[in-house]
């Protein structure tokens, strides 16, 4: 055995691989080791100390922060390590609101699971963090501080990943905590309700804000004709916690649930989509003819995902007149539905939507989705809701027979399907103005770079005589990054941001998953080859829609304008 | 502007010939504790009463002045701190103690215009007063190097530093010596890190030397958090310029163009006379562009801490100065690698970074002749508690315990007993009777399961309740943790709770065990270095003092009789002649009974005031 390559971990040799930690390696050799604030696309912060080793010649320290060097003997299971961490949990626990059985991250909690693994029998302190300590202001998301371990997980999630910056640490030693800038509640904060930190956190400290309650009453009132669109990335995170795998495309299946719940009529939120591509694609065709001078030298931006407005608003409001006036498929979806009923139903109407995202929370409360002073979309219900709500009714998922959603809307597309992950947006805009209509048309845009999981994305496609070069970016550090080079000069055409890291798969509002985030997006392009059409401009509805209930109302219901600042838009 | 070698050495020759010409000099201290204790009204007065007796006085040494007829100068700390006011006379090199402003009259018509020593000003040891330094025990034990020009030249002044030899070292290594042969000499004189960790600063610095980012940091530690520390502050006060010149060489040496002194907020005069001398050195060339044309820039800014103890911690300091907030990170990188800025930094120690100009004037060779083999060099402390001398003191690492305190100590004060003595703050340990022939050095100590700390010595009698100490130390550790990690924020916030609970009289069973395994816990598996060492003075004091912890916990006693709630006051039935009187003291109406019949009280509703003990004339109220 060489040894310049070999680590011995448990008894066992493991190759050293270019691992950039002894966590990374111990894990690569089959050991669960615990960890609470360990994310690999995170900074190394080393503060739960729960993977602390024994390095033989070398005492004990944490596997997360230490380095992998050939001929290193590591003991992870040791009778002094098991100690070491079953006081640790134990301490963790003393300061713990310790209300499992009605917490919302209830069976989905780090420190449950780890509790449970380490046989933790008693908590020999008195509980300092008996009660809840909420933060109900956000509309979409709950925090509960006395069910923080402080792990700093969201901390570097909202900095590091998002950019935003709305909590941080405020305090020290015991009275340490996680705050917002002068301990506000989060509502008054900069945050842009993306969710990332719920996304991240192992306990229920942060939790999506559950809306179900009266989702519920209003499914049992006969008064009431309760619609409902999901959106596409949902489709492919439930199935996991419902038997299926993961990215395995549960839409079908999701149709007969919704409709054994009692909605009466279920649509696909990748129908609106195809709208957003013909309008977005027109009003870029429009920006293509402006002169630089005219356009300031800024490309046009997305304006699907919720929480980049917020960001935008909040940061960068001189960008708004750049952000597409397109509103988001949901948006355009609910208008339309809503406009449709108003014009055919004599009962009160209640649209929900079924979103991956906490932020759509959010934005279905803006002010500028309303009609006749009632918001377009009464609820957004997140991936995780949906799930439990199937599980309330007692339906046995992976056994149900897939269904297809109702007419009138029920024409969509490809296109539209691959809304839900990062290049989605832009492929399927590309798709509508490349003049290339074949299959090999369709391969060709899809080789060109924009996809795969990766933060930021750059295609240059030639147009005549220019070429236009597209950004599309996910995470919203990635987002001002290239804000800042935009600033600087760089010259883009068109710029997709979606502000969770891999698009709306990875929302936060979709069950959380550290491992083959990838898997999510495949599943949608497999959907995508499902479909019998690919181009958004060839769906029949769309013919019917634009010659019916929208015209002379496009801009009425399609589009909005993000001109004022966020404050008078009522915190979230 | 001195442009050149030979203009400082010019300008050194006229600050000398104007320090020779002063013929007579009050040094008065203007240490913290001087000040604290009336200094400035004693310059003040001093002043005023030359002013009125017609004598030309300087408070400035002016190099191109006329002679002045006496130098009224404001040195650093003199280190006796518990003689203070203290006042140096030169040339007769006396010292006047508690020196008052209605003492400066005499001052100056005796021992100013007459030359005539005041005997009831000067220290006094066994009936005999004691005119100089070398007389007086206290000094008379140390071994002052690096701090030997502390307080003997005012701090305020660029040129008296100049006149003493101040900035021979930085000529010496920007005009004889390359960066290697510095690095080699400080690494030969095996100087070791002064702010507790013992690090090899030799080490430290090569390692920075050969990174291959070049732009580097220097980085001067003055966070001395520890409670009962302050020597940091003294050489930051009185010889501010010794510790920038030994900073200005660390840059040339590890080829850093910039440094930060992160000082503490809560020494704001430290910050004051840092500035000063900063805007000093930069203004007669010492530090900026080109120093003394040599090609070498320096610059130096100083960053005030926010008062947070676990800023002292090196990875938290360097963040704390970033601006961001103050937490340790996990290493590596280290901070040799990636420090301030993410850069290669040199971060060291203020009594460190003093010690560096000696070590290149002098030599490795004369450094290692002091001290022990493994820690060359001196140490300073600050001695305090209830020890007949408490100051700032320094002596040869590996000192004996006893020669501390009972030599330059002077031993415990009037009838009190020793206990123990604290060392190394909340990091460090109690040592008892069992250590006085302890050498005090990195290695000794550390063996002992304590440490040299930044160098802090609290001094405990009889009368001081172990468990009480821990519990101090806890409560500084636990509210100073900066949170982060989980073991030492969520440990020693028990093991508080505990200690808490033992003091108030409310011990269990089980609770020594539970203070040993947390503390096992937490020193294993902390993050930083403050983390590891929280547990410290409780594990000592269980070690050394463990019948006292079970005196409270199983017989709710407390052996020093400090514990408050452990107090126990009760009426000798037999003495007591039922005169009510203590009842009618009682603030809380925990007396009762009838006249002429024997009182008693009610333990639960006592508070343990003392108020009836000092009323009953028959002295049958008896506290135990």
Not at chain 1, 87 to 116: P, V, Y
Not at chain 2, 269 to 295: P, T, W
Request: hydrophobic share 40%; proline share 4%.
């Amino acid at each position: 055995m060489d040894s310049k390559k070999y680590l011995t971990i448990d008894g066992i040799p493991v190759e050293i691989a270019g691992e950039k930690n002894l966590l990374e390696l111990i894990r690569k050799a089959g050991i669960k080791m615990p960890t609470f604030c360990y994310h690999s696309e995170l900074s190394i912060y080393g503060a739960c100390r729960m993977c602390m080793v024994e390095i033989e010649k070398g005492g004990l320290d944490a596997a997360c922060s230490a380095q992998p060097r050939a001929g290193m003997v590591i003991h992870t299971n040791t009778e002094r390590l098991r100690k070491h961490r079953k006081m640790i949990l134990e301490l963790l626990l003393a300061n713990h609101c310790r209300d499992c059985t009605t917490c919302g991250n209830n069976i989905n909690c780090k420190l449950q699971d780890l509790a449970a693994r380490f046989n933790i029998e008693g908590v020999r302190f008195p509980n300092t963090a008996e009660k809840p300590d909420l933060d109900t202001s956000s509309l979409c998301v709950v925090r509960d501080r006395n069910k923080c371990i402080l792990c700093g997980d969201c901390v570097r999630m909202c900095n590091e990943i998002q950019n935003v910056g709305a909590i941080d640490f405020i305090h020290r030693g015991s009275k340490m905590s996680i705050g917002t800038a002068f301990d506000e509640p989060l509502a008054n904060s900069n945050c842009v309700g993306c969710g990332q930190c719920a996304a991240v956190c192992p306990t229920g400290a942060i939790v999506v804000r559950n809306d179900t309650r009266k989702l519920w009453r209003d499914l049992d009132d006969k008064n009431v004709k309760v619609t409902v669109q999901v959106a596409p990335a949902v489709r492919v995170a439930l199935g996991k916690e419902l038997g299926l795998a993961e990215g395995e495309d549960g839409m079908g299946k999701i149709v007969a649930a919704l409709r054994r719940m009692g909605f009466d009529e279920i649509f696909d939120t990748s129908t609106a989509a195809d709208l957003t591509v013909l309008e977005e694609s027109n009003e870029f065709l429009r920006r293509l003819e402006k002169s630089e001078a005219e356009l300031g030298g800024m490309p046009l931006f997305t304006s699907c995902c919720p929480a980049w407005i917020n960001f935008c608003e909040r940061n960068y409001p001189e960008l708004l007149p750049h952000i597409s006036s397109c509103r988001s498929p949901m948006q355009m979806f609910a208008s339309v539905i809503k406009a449709q009923h108003a014009a055919s139903s004599s009962r009160r109407a209640v649209h929900v939507a079924v979103m991956p995202c906490t932020a759509k929370k959010f934005e279905a409360a803006r002010s500028e989705f309303t009609m006749n002073g009632e918001p377009n979309v009464d609820y957004v219900i997140t991936t995780q809701e949906l799930i439990r709500m199937i599980k309330e009714s007692g339906l046995v998922f992976a056994e149900l027979e897939a269904e297809a959603v109702d007419a009138p809307f029920s024409a969509m597309t490809g296109a539209g399907v691959i809304f839900g992950v990062t290049g989605g947006v832009t492929e399927a805009v590309l798709r509508r103005l490349s003049s290339d209509k074949t299959r090999a048309g369709l391969g060709a845009i899809a080789m060109n770079g924009v996809r795969g999981m990766k933060g930021v994305k750059e295609i240059l496609l030639p147009a005549g005589e220019k070429t236009l070069r597209i950004a599309i970016v996910s995470g919203l550090k990635n987002a001002s990054d290239l804000i800042e080079k935009i600033k600087e000069g760089e010259h883009y055409d068109l710029v997709e941001v979606m502000a969770c890291p891999g698009g709306c798969v990875n929302g936060a509002g979709q069950p959380y998953t550290a491992e083959n985030k990838a898997e999510r997006g495949n599943g949608l392009y497999a959907a995508d080859k499902l479909c019998s059409v690919k181009r958004s401009e060839e769906n029949p509805l769309m013919m019917s829609l634009y010659n019916g209930l929208l015209k002379g109302r496009v801009h009425e219901l399609l589009h909005v304008s993000y001109g004022g600042s966020h404050k008078d838009k009522g915190a979230h | 502007m001195l442009k050149t070698r030979e203009d400082l050495k010019a300008f050194r020759a006229l600050c000398q010939k104007a320090v020779k010409a002063e013929p007579r000099k009050i040094l008065v201290c203007a240490g913290t504790g001087c000040i604290a204790g009336g200094s400035l009204d004693v310059y003040a007065k001093l002043k005023e009463v030359m002013a009125a007796k017609g004598l030309n006085c300087s408070v400035q040494m002016e190099v191109e002045a006329g002679i002045p007829d006496v130098a009224l100068k404001k040195s650093g700390c003199q280190g006796f701190c518990d003689m203070g006011t203290l006042l140096r006379i030169e040339p007769q090199g006396w010292i006047y103690t508690k020196v008052k402003p209605a003492d400066c009259e005499e001052i100056i018509e005796k021992t100013i215009l007459k030359g005539e020593h005041i005997g009831r000003l000067a220290y006094h040891h066994e009936g005999r007063a004691c005119k100089c330094a070398a007389e007086i025990p206290f000094y008379a034990k140390q071994t002052r190097v690096t701090m030997a020009r502390c307080g003997e030249i005012d701090a305020n002044y660029i040129e008296e530093y100049i006149a003493a030899g101040g900035y021979e070292a930085l000529e010496k290594a920007l005009f004889e010596m390359d960066s290697d042969r510095i690095i080699r000499e400080i690494t030969e004189s095996n100087l070791r890190g002064r702010g507790g960790g013992g690090f090899q600063t030799g080490k430290k610095w090569s390692q920075v030397a050969r990174q291959k980012e070049t732009v580097r940091y220097v980085v001067c530690n003055g966070d001395e958090g520890d409670p009962g520390a302050f020597m940091d502050c003294g050489v930051m006060e009185g010889i501010p310029h010794q510790m920038l010149e030994g900073m200005i060489i660390a840059g040339y040496a590890t080829g850093a163009s910039e440094g930060y002194i992160y000082v503490r907020a809560e020494y704001p005069r430290a910050v004051e006379r840092l500035r000063g001398a900063i805007a000093q050195a930069e203004a007669k060339g010492l530090l900026g562009d080109n120093i003394l044309g040599s090609g070498f820039s320096f610059r130096l800014r100083i960053n005030r801490g926010a008062g947070a103890f676990v800023c002292g911690e090196g990875s938290a300091l360097t963040a704390s100065i970033e601006g961001k907030r103050g937490m340790p990170r996990v290493k590596p990188p280290r901070t040799v690698e990636q420090g301030l800025f993410g850069k290669p930094t040199v971060l060291n120690n203020v009594e460190t970074f003093a010690a560096v100009p000696l070590i290149i004037e002098k030599g490795a060779q004369w450094y290692r002749s002091i001290g022990t083999e493994t820690s060359p060099g001196t140490k300073a402390f600050s001695l305090t508690g209830n020890i007949r001398n408490t100051g700032m003191i320094e002596v040869p690492m590996g000192t004996p315990l006893k020669e501390v305190i009972f030599g330059v100590g002077g031993g415990m004060r009037e009838g009190a007993t020793f206990k123990a003595v604290q060392i190394g703050g909340p990091s460090g340990a109690c040592l008892t009777n069992d250590h006085m022939d302890l050498p005090l050095d990195f290695d000794s100590l550390k063996k002992v399961g304590a440490m040299i700390g930044s160098g802090g010595l609290v001094v405990l009698d009889e009368n001081t309740c172990m468990v009480e100490v821990a519990r101090f130390f806890m409560n500084f550790t636990q509210k100073e943790s900066c949170g982060k990690c989980a073991p030492c924020r969520e440990g020693t916030r028990r093991m508080l709770e505990i200690l808490e609970r033992i003091v108030a009289g409310e011990g269990r069973d089980g609770d020594l065990e539970m203070l040993e395994e947390l503390a096992d816990t937490i020193t294993a598996t902390a993050l930083c270095g403050l983390g590891k060492t929280a547990a410290s003075p409780v594990i000592s004091t269980i070690r050394s003092f463990r019948s006292e912890y079970e005196a409270h916990i199983y017989e709710k006693r407390c052996p020093a009789g400090s514990c408050q709630k452990l107090k126990r006051i009760t009426i000798d039935p037999e003495l007591c002649k039922g005169c009510s009187k203590c009842a009618k003291v009682c603030p809380v109406g925990a007396i009762s009974g009838k006249v002429k019949e024997p009182f008693v009280i009610d333990g639960n509703t006592c508070i343990k005031c003392g108020a009836c003990l000092t009323t009953c004339p028959f002295q049958a109220i008896k506290e135990a």
